[in-house]
């Protein structure tokens, strides 16, 4: 099969790559439909995370089940499902208590690379939801961004603790902040303003639901916010870049007992306890859980409620992946969907 | 009046001070029953926070109402009354939503020093919870413990979501500790693992209903946790000490999704963002808003049915604070009460 792979630093290839099989009785061979390009994958590309090329890429996906091991039950060949980034077992109490991503057998989908043809999913009971029936071309990239971006962008919402009533920032308008925008409308948040000095996702911030942009950034952003918020600050506020200066902006644009979900993949980020004891807000976050998520999700986008699917404004062929990783990573594209 | 100030590193002096009055007509001025010396005040005694002396110390108390300004309308002189460390008005909204010590308006009581005869508090109204009387002796250090040392422990115990069913670890067996034990206990936990290698602290621990000790500190005794957790972690963990090793040994010792309550003052503590991030934890804590909790807690050891006093295993008149502070520095203490 075809995939794609990462050679180094901003240079990615699609190359031919053993087809996947059936490893444990618990996975899944599913035909990839649709793939993406993540924020995340821009670490490595970037060179600001190591990696050891070439290394199979991608870990956003949905497909149809083509084959399952012996011990799989709930999914079966034919299936369209969407699955998270992270393989569950479901059972487990991590993931009983909603915390799937960090189940005590949990297995990292990019390392198996979903930038491709075809992809082994482990844990296939745990991790994938099928569908209600073959999806209409329409929704498949919205069923898609469940996969990880919406799942993302969603927690990042209800770690926030985001309800109604309350006014909810948003530090980054890429795709998971955007989607982060779109989850607090959908759990009733009364104001929600984003951070965003890009026009384009200024506009598609404002489809889902923004209802303030401040264009500053760091201290001079946080000022703008605090003088919106009568001095006090957001009650909720979603990170979601992952460097020192986003969450700095996040803690210090949350009011004092507010709540701080960060998902952006923290990189180089060192939170100093003295600001953080005195702002007296909540911070939680991490990878997200998004198969506690995915069966609400995918409801939502069936029945054509939400439209997590318009953060995707390129869609190439699975060959032309190296275009896709140079988009985002100029900022011509917010998100690249592949089709493989 | 006679009060406590700190002159240098090491260094305190009882020294005469003028006596307060009343400033602005919220204030309150109460003759000092009972004060104490507070693990943060060891801080600046030790040399690790600056300060230049001399500089009144003492934020914790309990007193009788002297005289009060014209706008106070809820304690009246002849009143025993308990505060917290930080004044605050108690309507602002951030006093509603349950974070008095962020108030908007709030003072810290640390600038005017309790550890003193008499003591003018700011925002009286707000700040102060008189008693259903004058109360007998012996429960007295308990109502002093509200003040402060309850107070964030009980903040801890709440930060980190004990409940029912759940297991809770305690880093830090100083008083703050131990009443985050207490709180566990009345806050329904199943089981309650106190890190502590000093016996006398174990005992109290204990009758205050911790299950089970951890002699071992860092990453060994997040080991030993784990075994104890299934490989899991604590649910609840109370972080009560405020250095780097502290928070981390809390953060390690708590389970994916589960919730770390920190309520030692930060001093040098940097949280790295990458660990933080995978491990999915909550993180809440600060300075506790002690005033949302004084009416229950006073409630409670009005009716005999907490104890918390028992942290108070040294009782000095105020002459000799200097006493108070050394026993308190050389851990020959747990916590020193000053009877002024």
Chains 1, 2 share one sequence.
């Not at 790559?17 to 970037?46: F, M, Q």
């Not at 980034?85 to 990019?110: H, K, M, W």
Request: charged share 20%.
């Amino acid at each position: 099969m075809r995939g794609v792979v990462l050679n180094g630093p901003g240079d990615v290839g699609v190359v031919d790559r053993e087809d996947p099989r059936i490893v444990e009785p618990t996975d899944a061979i599913i035909k990839v439909t649709a793939a993406c390009v993540c924020g995340s994958d821009l670490w490595p590309y970037r060179g600001v995370q190591k990696s050891t090329g070439p290394a199979p890429m991608g870990h956003e996906y949905v497909g149809v089940v083509e084959q399952v091991g012996g011990q799989v039950t709930r999914v079966k060949p034919g299936d369209f499902v969407v699955g998270s980034f992270f393989a569950s077992d479901d059972t487990c109490e991590i993931c009983r208590a909603g915390y799937q991503s960090r189940c005590v057998n949990a297995q990292p989908l990019g390392a198996i690379g979903t930038q491709a043809q075809y992809a082994r999913i482990p844990l296939a009971d745990g991790t994938l939801v099928a569908t209600p029936g073959m999806p209409d071309a329409d929704i498949v990239p919205s069923l898609l961004a469940a996969s990880d971006v919406l799942g993302t962008g969603w927690f990042g919402a209800v770690a926030a603790e985001v309800g109604p009533g309350k006014t909810v920032a948003v530090v980054g308008d890429g795709a998971v902040g955007l989607l982060g925008v779109l989850a607090a409308r959908r759990l009733g948040a009364e104001r929600i303003v984003i951070f965003s000095r890009h026009a384009d996702r200024q506009k598609l911030a404002a489809e889902y639901g923004a209802t303030d942009v401040i264009v500053e950034r760091g201290d001079e952003g946080v000022a703008l916010l605090k003088e919106m918020t009568g001095g006090l600050g957001a009650h909720s506020v979603i990170e979601a870049v992952g460097t020192q200066e986003s969450m700095m902006q996040a803690i210090r644009s949350t009011r004092p007992g507010g709540h701080v979900g960060y998902v952006g993949v923290a990189h180089g980020v060192a939170i100093p306890g003295d600001e953080l004891f005195f702002s007296g807000v909540h911070l939680h976050g991490g990878p997200a859980p998004v198969r506690r998520f995915l069966p609400e999700l995918v409801d939502l986008i069936w029945d054509r409620r939400i439209d997590p699917g318009k953060v995707f404004d390129l869609t190439l062929p699975l060959e032309d992946a190296a275009e896709g990783y140079r988009a985002m990573d100029e900022r011509r594209a917010i998100k690249t969907l592949l089709i493989p």
